[in-house]
């Protein structure tokens, strides 16, 4: 709550947010907020799985698009990422922190498939189709999306080398895809074999679109054309998100946090935060209140911030906080905790 006020993940700016909530000092809740961050006790994925285990039910009724990335936390972290395509945002399923500038002492294959296995039990035999950048366009990530039973959609660079059919099906020599499309207003889609050492056979969309730099060439295990190219662009939210989490937002990234294990219990934190945000702007344009935060000509504000001023304005009109119960993330009926997401 107190970062949803101060807008930030900065201890001090969250110590102040709180002090109507506590008699104690800003600088008493600050060391507070402090200990918690180093309390060894806590488990951020013991904590995290509790949390999936209730929320992700309701999305297994329809196919998932996932989104795996690498985000900096300054000079001092790298953290994975695996997030669900919502809205205009990705929201945060599982993460990683690891060195920014030391060796790891994991593999970074292995770190990924560290969190596909701690998605496995919460995504059960739903239809997910994991997406990713040209990081991820090579043969041990369709492997471990191949090893789990998860479709794919991934960018991969133009010096990648495949063999495709000519239109009389016979297989022409290998050649770079980029001469598929090797100037712009030229597409290709279609199978293709890829790579020279493994080869797999795969569905290549290619399009070099006019006043870009370069082509966008994808592969996937689902059928070639413009829709994969439509899909691929979805992944682009990542990046708003992490611009909301960081300098447009939560300045994630002046938390001033450096040791691993204390980024892990803020991004604990912060995540959550990003789950109830997106929750009460889901319940904020389901009632039909989002024109009292955003022009209704164009939307200029993200859903964390529309969720935010929806919890904001609600606090100000109960000084009680009699409604605020009912903006809790989860709701309980019957004995039985339950969530939902629609916007």
Not at 119 to 127: E, I, M, Q, Y
């Amino acid at each position: 709550m107190g970062a949803i006020r101060a807008e930030s993940i900065v201890l001090s700016k969250v110590a102040e947010a709180l002090l109507e909530e506590s008699e104690a000092k800003a600088p008493s809740i600050e060391r507070r907020l402090e200990r918690f961050l180093s309390n060894e006790k806590i488990k951020p994925d013991k904590t995290w799985d509790q949390l999936l285990e209730t929320v992700m039910p309701f999305f297994r009724q329809a196919p998932m698009q996932l989104v795996i990335d690498v985000t900096p936390y300054e000079e001092h972290a790298q953290v994975i990422y695996v997030g669900l395509l919502q809205h205009s945002r990705v929201l945060p399923l599982a993460w990683k922190v690891m060195p920014g500038q030391e060796k790891w002492d994991q593999g970074f294959w292995n770190c990924v498939e560290e969190l596909f296995e701690r998605l496995v039990p919460h995504l059960g035999k739903a239809d997910c189709t994991m997406i990713g950048d040209s990081a991820f366009g090579c043969e041990a990530q369709v492997g471990l999306c191949q090893k789990y039973g998860w479709h794919y959609l991934f960018r991969i660079c133009q010096e990648h080398t495949c063999e495709h059919w000519a239109s009389n099906g016979r297989l022409l020599p290998t050649c770079p895809v980029s001469t598929l499309v090797d100037r712009p207003g030229k597409r290709f889609y279609g199978p293709i074999r890829l790579w020279q050492e493994h080869q797999i056979e795969t569905n290549l969309s290619a399009y070099w679109e006019p006043g870009q730099e370069e082509a966008l060439i994808l592969i996937s295990d689902a059928p070639a054309g413009p829709r994969r190219m439509s899909e691929y662009k979805l992944r682009w939210r990542v990046e708003s998100t992490f611009e909301d989490l960081k300098s447009r937002g939560w300045d994630w990234e002046e938390s001033h946090v450096r040791r691993l294990d204390r980024v892990d219990h803020m991004l604990l934190v912060l995540f959550l935060m990003v789950w109830w945000l997106a929750h009460l702007a889901a319940c904020c344009m389901h009632h039909g209140k989002r024109d009292r935060y955003d022009r209704h000509d164009r939307r200029d504000k993200g859903i964390f911030r529309i969720g935010r001023l929806y919890l904001l304005d609600i606090e100000r009109r109960n000084a009680r906080g009699g409604n605020l119960l009912l903006c809790l993330l989860f709701q309980r009926r019957n004995g039985v905790w339950r969530f939902s997401l629609r916007f």
